[in-house]
């Protein structure tokens, strides 16, 4: 593999069983917390990365990172053209549990969803993310492409959905670093239920912070 992390093409052949080391400054802080010392932290992939094409737009590498008592990372690549953008997320259990959309709904979590016409009668699979996204005195709002809706993994019958927010407006006393949140839910086409649904938080990364080791 051509060692050029500018080009969409290392992206693209990264698979199962590398090894990634992040060096950016959150991943840095956590370390030295946990007295390792200011070092990057090695990360392994331990599934091949889930593939989303948003035909005419742009690709997205899902790269599911996992590193010994550190937070799991979810390292997101966007291909657009030739250019790369590298985000890292990572998912809050305290704050919403990944699920389907009936577990969602079933749980109360609307906030993710616009609110329907008919409060008492919609279809589960018709919900819109919501364009505004509150909690913690922090406000996401979804960026101007809105929500994508691409194939997933290149499966027949298998689609994905992805809503980006960037943070607008929070309260001092519940400052954050997340700069970014995703809304982020795969499935089949047919499955009443709906996809299975995350809600990312995270922030950009350089491409200078991120090394595969050899």
């Known amino acids: 593999m051509s060692y050029d992390k500018t080009s969409p093409n290392f992206w693209r052949n990264i698979r199962k069983g ?26 392994e992939l331990l599934e091949d990365p889930q ?3 948003i035909e005419d737009v742009c690709e997205f590498y899902i790269y599911n ?3 010994k008592s550190k937070t799991d990372i979810i390292l997101i690549a966007t291909i657009i053209g030739d250019d790369v953008e590298l985000k890292a997320y990572f998912e809050d259990a305290d704050i919403v549990q990944a699920d389907d959309r009936k577990g969602h709904v079933d749980r109360g979590d609307f906030w993710i969803f616009e609110e329907p016409e008919d409060v008492d009668d919609f279809e589960i699979t018709d919900l819109e993310f919501a ?15 809105g929500t994508m809706h691409g194939s997933f993994n290149g499966e027949d019958g298998m689609m994905a959905s992805i809503a980006e927010y960037t943070l607008t407006e ?12 995703m809304v982020y839910e795969y499935g089949d086409v047919d499955d009443e239920d709906g996809g299975y649904l995350s809600v990312l938080f995270g922030y950009t990364i350089n491409l200078t912070e991120v090394d595969i080791l050899q």
């Open 65 to 67: 990172l996992e590193a």
């Open 51 to 53: 593939h989303i094409v």
């Open 131 to 145: 364009q505004k996204i509150e909690f913690d005195d922090s406000t996401y709002e979804m960026k101007r492409l």
């Open 18 to 43: 590398a090894f990634l080391e992040l060096s950016d400054e959150e991943t840095l802080l956590e370390s030295m917390e946990d007295s390792q010392g200011a070092d990057g932290v090695t990360f």
């Open 170 to 181: 929070q309260s001092e006393d519940n400052e954050t670093n997340n700069s970014e949140l």
